[in-house]
């Protein structure tokens, strides 16, 4: 766009038309803000606050914002830096020096910026233990950092979104300040900002005026109230908040208050990695240029809710959208909105006319996994069992969906487009090539066994039944039970039996037979091995 301001369009009907479907009074929905120049143009409701009451949601009723959390927290940490109680460079063992020798090195930036390489304690919980659980704290879950000894990657040299950091962060700031979390925040960031609704909110399960219930589809038809068992990813998530508190925020990050230039200059850059690439992503924001406009923004998800928070700095657009139900994506919405407004970017980039792409392809480097399948007429990329939205560019390269950007990568097929022969992924300026593998033979009875994550205190059993293969798992919180289908040689993929299925994951067995790696979009490889 040439530097000069885009020609914003403001078009209530056509915003309304986009949350049609959600303008009901049975169900759960969304509440939604639009902002020009920091002045509120149209804010809205649609659906129930709690199915089981006749309240509507509105912009002001508290809604969970998920990792929109982050850069809050980010942000308070970077305010004890202007007072010289701490530093971006701090390495985690200044403060928790209980912690592993591997978390203990890793440095606040590297925390904050998701380029840590550490396991990620709260897929560690999800997966393993499942969501059956009594309450688990974040201090329950910072107790894996003191016994897990290896990483996923080195720290500093790629990007992987982790939740478990922002624990981390989120203890640093306690030790640092003296004080809670809440009342850093509060004290800090909230009211100082004017967002007297927003507060960090550990539990589900506590009373807190003026606020909507998450609910979750159920596998089989029908809603079901969310509850983690956990405290909501602390810093990296628990935060509730209005679309009018969130409006406000984002006028205040215009000129802000909050905070000096040098802080905000450091969290909205984007770190780049030792290999070049950038991974745009400051520190709790996602910083990005979309279809030549600059962003700033972040999605947040939970179980039955989720948000976006976005801002279009050159087009004087802001927008927060939250939603209480889990098949809506707020982050959609959010992106819908915005090329709504801005008629330059509704036109949309050329795409070529492929029909999906098929194929199973694993990296005999690193041992991804990647399954190319279509879905409603739309290309679907499984990287490591977690399925997402791609799209064709205009050279012919498979990108992720805007809506997942960060969480994969480019893709150029080779051989027949439709039935590539390998691929070729690009990680953040890693390069992986996969090959194609030929389908599973299904033998389950020489994967049959018990197996163990000493690191994570996980035990694992898989069985087979007349139904087929099962995998059983007992963390260190609780239990999780999972289908097992055959994918490829000696490669398979699990899917939980619960009401919910939070992430896919895959399972490469070791040809000797000793022991299996667990992967997914943040635990890469992880190890269990086979026991007697």
């Not at 509120?40 to 990792?67: N, Q, Y």
């Not at 392809?361 to 977690?386: E, H, W, Y």
Request: aromatic share 8%; with cysteine.
């Amino acid at each position: 766009m040439g530097g000069r301001k885009p020609v914003v369009r403001f078009d209530e009907k056509a915003i309304a038309r986009l949350f049609a479907a959600l303008d009901q009074d049975r169900l759960p929905g969304v509440a939604v803000g639009v902002a020009l120049d920091g002045k509120p143009v149209w804010r809205a409701g649609f659906g129930l606050a709690h199915m089981e009451l006749p309240v509507s949601l509105s912009p002001t009723i508290r809604m969970r914002i998920g990792s929109v959390s982050k850069h809050f927290t980010a942000l308070a940490y970077m305010l004890l830096c202007e007072e010289g109680r701490a530093s971006v460079d701090d390495p985690v063992g200044y403060y928790l020096p209980e912690l592993h020798p591997i978390a203990r090195r890793i440095t606040a930036r590297q925390l904050m910026a998701h380029i840590n390489g550490l396991r990620d304690v709260c897929a560690i919980k999800l997966d393993f233990s499942g969501l059956d659980t009594g309450r688990v704290t974040s201090g329950d879950l910072m107790s894996l950092y003191r016994t897990i000894e290896d990483v996923t990657a080195a720290p500093g040299t790629i990007w992987i979104y982790n939740n478990g950091g922002y624990f981390i962060l989120s203890e640093m700031i306690e030790r640092i300040s003296g004080q809670p979390l809440e009342e850093v925040l509060r004290r800090r960031i909230f009211e100082p900002a004017g967002m007297k609704d927003t507060l960090l909110r550990r539990w589900d399960t506590d009373f807190v005026p003026n606020s909507a219930t998450p609910h979750m589809t159920r596998r089989g038809g029908g809603w079901m109230l969310a509850n983690y068992g956990m405290d909501n990813f602390s810093g990296g998530g628990a935060i509730v908040s209005t679309v009018d508190d969130m409006l406000r925020w984002l006028a205040h990050m215009e000129a802000p208050t909050v905070g000096r230039a040098a802080t905000w200059a450091a969290m909205q850059t984007p770190h780049v990695l030792p290999n070049g690439a950038s991974t745009e992503y400051g520190f709790g924001l996602c910083v990005t240029r979309y279809r030549g406009i600059d962003l700033v923004y972040h999605s947040g998800g939970g179980i039955g809710c989720n948000a976006a928070m976005m801002k279009a700095p050159g087009a004087g657009l802001d927008i927060a959208i939250m939603a209480n139900r889990d098949d809506v994506s707020a982050t959609q919405l959010a992106f819908d909105v915005l090329c709504t407004c801005l008629p330059e970017l509704g036109a949309g980039l050329p795409r070529q006319a492929h029909p999906p792409a098929i194929g199973t392809f694993c990296s005999p480097a690193t041992g991804r996994v990647i399954q190319l399948m279509g879905k409603d007429g739309r290309q679907i990329v499984s990287i490591d069992g977690n399925d997402l939205p791609f799209e064709w560019d205009e050279d012919g390269v498979l990108r992720p969906a805007v809506t997942v950007r960060h969480f994969g990568g480019a893709l150029t097929l080779l051989g027949n487009p439709e039935r590539p022969e390998s691929l070729r992924l690009d990680d953040f300026g890693h390069l992986d090539d996969l090959v194609s593998m030929r389908p599973g033979d299904a033998d389950a009875g020489s994967i049959a066994g018990r197996y163990r994550s000493e690191a994570t205190d996980t035990d694992a059993v898989v069985t087979v039944t007349g139904a087929g293969a099962r995998l059983s798992t007992v963390g260190r919180f609780g239990a999780a039970e999972f289908t097992m289908e055959c994918i490829g040689p000696r490669v398979w993929r699990p899917s939980t039996t619960g009401p919910w299925q939070r992430y896919g994951s895959v399972l490469t067995f070791d040809a000797d037979g000793a022991g299996f790696r667990f992967s997914n979009w943040s635990l890469r490889g992880l190890p269990f091995r086979r026991r007697a």
